[in-house]
T-cell receptor, first 112, second 116 residues
């Protein structure tokens, strides 16, 4: 089945540790995105990538890093510099022409 | 100029009633307006979308109404059902003529509860 797979579904980390969230897609989409969702805040863009080996900062990139070494994969690292990392993280992809974004099922990160 | 304002924040409707969610945007260059539906613990899924060359688009019980001059668009859910209970997000972006010009700007969401 085609789609976007995020793993893990739940992630717990201690404060000060870096953590990497996985996102894989088999839709052959060029563009991939990471969003952060907090209650009452909607979806805020962290990073996006239009092609392999290229990515751009979104609205709230501070404390996050990404890589795009393969078309299918767009991992997100939440670094210790992110002041409030506990949130629901969503990965999405779309064809080059942005007509529809497909979302993964999300990863809920809790930092204690 | 990049904001999309969505209202109401929450909505309670009786089964069989009409649910109406409104969004307003500022950037007149936006040319693609999708609505997403999200169930708890899941990722959003595209529900319906509209381009500004039409004033209304209907898919089953879901209708988007678009008012270009007012820079507003709304989602109407007819004959609302308990299974429609979810959070709904409007969004806007600029697609242009030949490629992605920007990214989806989302509203803050409306939590819809349909009572049986």
């Amino acid at each position: 089945d085609g789609g976007i797979t995020q793993s893990p579904k739940y992630l717990f980390r201690k404060e000060g540790q870096n953590v990497t969230l996985s996102c894989e897609q088999n839709l052959n989409h060029d563009a991939m995105y990471w969003y952060r969702q907090d209650p009452g805040q909607g979806l805020r863009l962290i990073y996006y990538s239009q092609i392999v080996n290229d990515f751009q900062k979104g609205d709230i990139a501070e404390g996050y890093s990404v890589s795009r070494e393969k078309k299918e994969s767009f991992p997100l690292t939440v670094t210790s510099a992110q002041k409030n990392p506990t949130a629901f993280y969503l990965c999405a992809s779309s064809p080059t022409v942005y007509t529809e974004a497909f979302f993964g099922q999300g990863t809920r990160l809790t930092v204690v | 100029q990049q904001q999309v304002k969505q209202s109401p924040q929450s909505l309670i409707v009786q089964k069989g009633g009409i649910s109406i969610i409104n969004c307003a945007y500022e950037n007149t260059a936006f040319d693609y307006f999708p609505w997403y539906q999200q169930f708890p613990g899941k990722g959003p899924a595209l529900l319906i979308a509209i381009r500004p060359d039409v004033s209304e688009k209907k898919e089953g019980r879901f209708t988007i109404s678009f008012n270009k001059s007012a820079k507003q668009f709304s989602l109407h859910i007819m004959d609302s059902q308990p299974g429609d209970s979810a959070t709904y997000f409007c969004a806007a972006t600029l697609i242009g003529d030949g490629g992605s010009q920007g990214n989806l700007i989302f509203g803050k969401g409306t939590k819809l509860s349909v009572k049986p």
